[in-house]
């Protein structure tokens, strides 16, 4: 199995960065995918950058040049770098794993643009 915990999350202004991280244990090594979604309030969840075990990124159209998504393969730990945000960025980020017994789920951590 595999456990997830983010962190990272916080207040920024608008143009602001933050850096969140999702550190892994267990059965890292079966890990495929990882990805960071989102949920704003009274929106359902989005996806917003995922990265491949061998590297490939994908982003939302919404984060695309504004975001950066990179793992430290031996920290086990997935980033996501926020640079200019925006207060529409608002929301509960969470980070998860698809492997081989389905897809795992870390607890959220909080983002909040706002002056």
């Known amino acids: 199995q595999v456990q997830l915990v983010e962190s990272g999350g916080g207040l920024a202004q608008p143009g602001g960065s933050l850096r969140l991280s999702c550190a892994a244990s267990?059965?890292?090594?079966?890990?495929?995918?990882m990805g960071w979604y989102r949920r704003a309030p009274e929106k359902q969840r989005e996806l917003v950058a995922t990265?491949?075990?061998?590297?490939?990124?994908n982003y939302a159209d919404s984060v695309k040049g504004r975001f950066t998504v990179s793992k430290d393969n031996a920290e086990n730990t997935v980033y996501l770098q926020m640079n200019s945000l925006k207060s529409e960025d608002t929301a509960v980020y969470y980070c998860?794993?698809?492997?081989?017994?389905?897809?795992?789920w870390g607890q959220g951590t909080q983002v909040t643009v706002s002056s």
């Open positions: 998860n794993a698809a492997t081989p017994w389905g897809v795992r």
């Open positions: 267990g059965s890292v090594s079966m890990i495929y995918v």
């Open positions: 990265v491949t075990a061998g590297g490939s990124t």
